[in-house]
């Protein structure tokens, strides 16, 4: 069963850290470009970042810029984010995603996506 | 950075009507354009690629159009489950979402 599960999300204070973890299962991880995705409450969709098949490339939003980092582990099957110096600003559910099958002239799309897990930052 | 703005934020229409949704970039995005459909308590499906391009098992009343800046979703006959919010998103430079659009019954 092709799958996503992300952990690690909770309260925290802001200024803190947090890290958190994305399960993949049912598909080629270590093949897979993936992606961090958000959404505060009540709110839309907003990219993070994003991490290449072997991890040899990251890019990541402005708003998130020099303060999260993406990682991943292929022989562990799993996606992180790690969050440092939050902020009220950064509380959403938070989503990981695959980069997919679907593509047109090079560029792929998000077909697989998590539940989700919730980061709330607050004092 | 690339803004996609969605139009309108709210559309309200009667199951069996005709829905289009609107996405306008801020420059050109190509191609490089899909639609994702998001219901309460779920995640994001991937409707549309390639502005034009359903995604398997999409049903065939939706339908992706436009290239440059300005990109349709049109929904041809609605369905009680195509109720929720769609979003386009560009990956032309970088990556980013527009704002929705609910699709609401009226």
């Known amino acids: 069963q092709v799958q996503l599960v992300e952990s690690g999300g909770g309260v925290v204070q802001p200024g803190r850290s947090l890290r958190l973890s994305c399960a993949a299962s049912g598909f080629s991880f270590s093949s897979s470009a993936m992606h961090w995705v958000r959404q505060a409450p009540g709110k839309g969709l907003e990219w993070v970042a994003v991490i290449s098949y072997d991890g040899s490339h990251k890019s990541s939003a402005d708003s998130v810029r020099g303060r999260f980092t993406i990682s991943r582990d292929n022989s562990l099957n799993t996606l992180y984010l790690q969050m440092n110096n939050l902020g009220p600003e950064d509380t959403a559910v938070y989503s990981c995603a695959r980069d997919g099958r679907y593509c047109t002239n090079g560029a792929c799309y998000f077909d697989i996506w998590g539940q989700g897990t919730m980061v709330t930052v607050s004092s | 950075e690339i803004v996609l703005t969605q139009s309108p934020a709210t559309l309200s229409l009667s199951p069996g009507e005709r829905a289009t949704l609107s996405c306008r970039a801020s420059?050109?995005?190509?191609?490089?354009l899909a639609w994702y459909q998001q219901k309460p308590g779920q995640a994001p499906r991937l409707l549309i690629y390639g502005a034009s391009n359903r995604a398997t098992g999409i049903p065939a009343r939706f339908s992706g159009s436009g290239s440059g800046t300005d990109f349709t979703l049109t929904i041809s006959s609605l369905e009680p489950e195509d109720y929720a919010v769609y979003y386009c998103q560009q990956r032309t430079n970088g990556y980013s979402f527009g704002q929705g659009t609910k699709l609401e019954i009226k």
């Open positions: 420059q050109s995005v190509s191609d490089y």
